[in-house]
């Protein structure tokens, strides 16, 4: 059966709701009391996962999820061997390269050489300044990277960000854009060559409601 | 301490090496049928040598130094070393030759954990022979090897790198390599972000996904602008899809590589089972790779495949391989110390069938232990041997 793997958090409702519009309903994944981490669309086409964004390319990438749907983040930071479909336009944000506002810098340039930086981002983040040439200690943090600056652990911090509000709120301020991120149609690369269960069928759905 | 075996490396305990076998002995017995001669070739090579193909990234090489400080690498896959073989070692032989080779390989993971390093592989490489022909048999070889497995649910992924790669040449030169590798990833969102004109756009698009039922995609190329050199590849490769017949097949002709090693066909073989589809084997045709390493430069076609035999062995676990090791036909049993060597020499006597496996029982110990033991076991006869070497036969009970 047609398999998809659905990222939860942000990208989860704008996910269940484009699949909806070409008749695969997993709507029963937003119910507040769904504890189901499977389930079949109620016409028995297809199935989906609830999985977190960063485990739907593996299971898109070894095949038990035929499609995907996840952030351009995740696939620039993880980089799985999955074929990218389709730009699906919604949950856009960025990653960007933030600082306490009250240090004054205007760029990452700026940052002092072999500063501490916070990210769960790790390769993005060693990539971005490695290009700069800027030697800088990245420190793995897998949540509230805000604290990094506030506590004093770390200069600066890659994150998304969608609004600029958490920054905000906790004192930090935006230095630079690493990349734009959207959410991304992925595919297991073996099965679109097959098409398997067919795929392109529904791929081609997928681009005919989606917006341009 | 405890010993462990380094990360990535494992024991094949008894069983699994019955399941190995039972793989090996199958496809060599279909590799023997098509005339092909095994080769063996040294397990470590010097890095340029395994690097000569352009196929293969040193980091993926676990790498040695010798005595010398050259830098020496286990070998990830074998076509190099039989590459290098043929042309210096087996220089004034007849071609075309057949050969095959049943052997480990060692790959080291790029991200780290719990990657296996070693893996064992099975394959072909047919030198001297190009064209249709010599196509058609490998194909045909490998569809033979997969059916003499009864493998079930394969598939055959077809694709045409110099054919591929000619359709490339319309793109803006600077462009060529991006369109590619977006191409080769399947990266569509990427092609489509490149500044290519509308046209060409679409024609990059129409190749990602130039794919599908033999018949359509021959028609689809068919349907371009080609260049007489194209008209002849495609025309090949039509005959071919002839020849094939039943083997089921998916031509693809957006199956590439970001680098040149293949110069026309490419493949891949593929189980679709109900846990995921995977790639089981892979190869194609190499006729600029002989030439890298011969002396003179002089180059002789080739064609080839490996299988993947922890990926058969994978697929082929829940239905067609052994689930226990062979049992002991017979259990010996000499009933006291005296009757050793009567014992020794009627298990002996009983080797002489070279199909029955005989064993001795080592401990002396009371008769209904050896009856459980055998029972437990599952030998299905106990021959009790006394001094004088006059033995009595006792069908082990069923449970």
């Known amino acids: ?212 | 301490m405890i010993y462990q075996p380094p990360t990535g490396a494992r024991d094949l305990l008894p069983l699994d090496v019955a399941q190995k076998c039972w793989i090996e002995q199958h496809l060599q017995q279909v590799f023997h049928r098509w005339s092909y001669h095994r080769i063996i070739t040294p397990t470590l090579e010097r890095l340029d040598t395994l690097m000569a193909g352009g196929a293969i990234q040193p980091e993926t090489v676990i790498q040695l130094r010798d005595a010398e400080e050259a830098v020496l690498g286990l070998r990830p896959e074998l076509t190099a070393s039989i590459a290098r073989a043929a042309v210096t070692r087996m220089a004034g032989v007849t071609y075309p030759q057949r050969l095959y080779y049943n052997a480990n390989v060692f790959r080291r993971r790029q991200d780290g954990f719990n990657g296996q390093h070693e893996y064992y592989q099975a394959g072909v490489e047919l030198l001297g022979g190009s064209g249709l022909l010599a196509d058609a048999e490998v194909i045909l070889l490998l569809a033979d090897c997969l059916n003499s497995l009864g493998l079930k649910h394969w598939h055959l992924i077809l694709g045409e790198a110099e054919l591929t790669r000619s359709l490339l040449a319309v793109f803006p030169v600077p462009l060529q390599e991006q369109v590619r590798h977006c191409i080769a990833r399947l990266d569509q969102v990427a092609l489509e972000a490149l500044p290519l004109s509308p046209e060409l756009r679409a024609r990059a698009l129409a190749l990602l996904n130039l794919r599908g039922n033999p018949a359509a995609v021959l028609q689809q190329v068919a349907s371009l602008d080609l260049a007489p050199a194209q008209r002849s590849v495609l025309n090949n490769l039509k005959s071919l899809v002839e020849l094939l017949g039943p083997v089921p097949l998916t031509l693809d002709l957006s199956l590439i590589q970001t680098f040149d090693y293949y110069t026309g066909l490419i493949f891949e073989v593929v189980s679709e089972a109900d846990t995921g589809a995977r790639v089981l084997g892979q190869g194609g045709r190499y006729d600029q790779l002989l030439g890298l390493y011969h002396p003179q430069g002089q180059s002789i076609p080739g064609i080839g495949f490996c299988l993947n035999l922890e990926d058969l062995h994978q697929v082929l676990l829940p239905t067609q391989l052994p689930q226990q090791t062979p049992v002991s036909d017979w259990l010996v049993v000499p009933e006291s110390s005296q009757a050793i060597a009567a014992a020794l020499a009627h298990a002996q006597q009983l080797r002489t069938d070279p199909l029955l496996r005989v064993e001795i029982d080592l401990l002396s110990r009371p008769q209904e232990f050896v009856r459980e033991y055998a029972r437990l076991r599952r030998i299905a006869q106990i021959a009790w041997v006394d001094a004088q070497g006059s033995s009595v036969v006792e069908p082990t009970s069923p449970d």
Not at chain 1, 4 to 32: T, V
Not at chain 1, 48 to 67: I, K, M, N, T
Not at chain 1, 177 to 193: C, G, Q, W
């Open chain 1, 1 to 212: 059966m047609l398999t998809i793997a659905l990222p939860k958090g942000a990208l989860l409702k704008d996910s269940i709701c484009l699949l909806k519009s070409i008749g695969l309903d997993f709507s029963g994944f937003l119910e507040p009391t769904n504890r189901q981490l499977q389930m079949p669309d109620p016409t028995g086409t297809a199935r989906a996962f609830l999985v977190r964004a960063q485990d739907v390319p593996v299971y898109a990438e070894y095949g038990q999820a035929q499609l995907g749907i996840v952030g351009y983040d995740v696939l620039k930071e993880k980089r799985p061997q999955v074929a990218q479909v389709m730009d699906l336009k919604f949950g856009r944000c960025r990653l960007s390269v933030a600082a306490k506002r009250s240090s004054h810098y205007q760029s990452a340039l700026e940052l002092p050489p072999h500063s501490r930086v916070a990210s769960k981002f790790i390769h993005c983040a060693h990539e971005f300044f490695a290009q700069l040439d800027l030697p800088v200690e990245i420190i793995p943090l897998y949540g509230s990277v805000e604290l990094g600056p506030i506590t004093g652990m770390s200069e600066a911090i890659v994150d998304l960000v969608s609004t600029g509000r958490t920054l905000q709120d906790n004192g930090l301020i935006e230095l630079d854009v690493l990349f734009e991120s959207t959410a991304r149609l992925i595919a297991h690369p073996l099965s679109y060559r097959l098409d398997t269960y067919r795929l392109h069928h529904w791929i081609e759905q997928l681009r005919s409601v989606a917006v341009v």
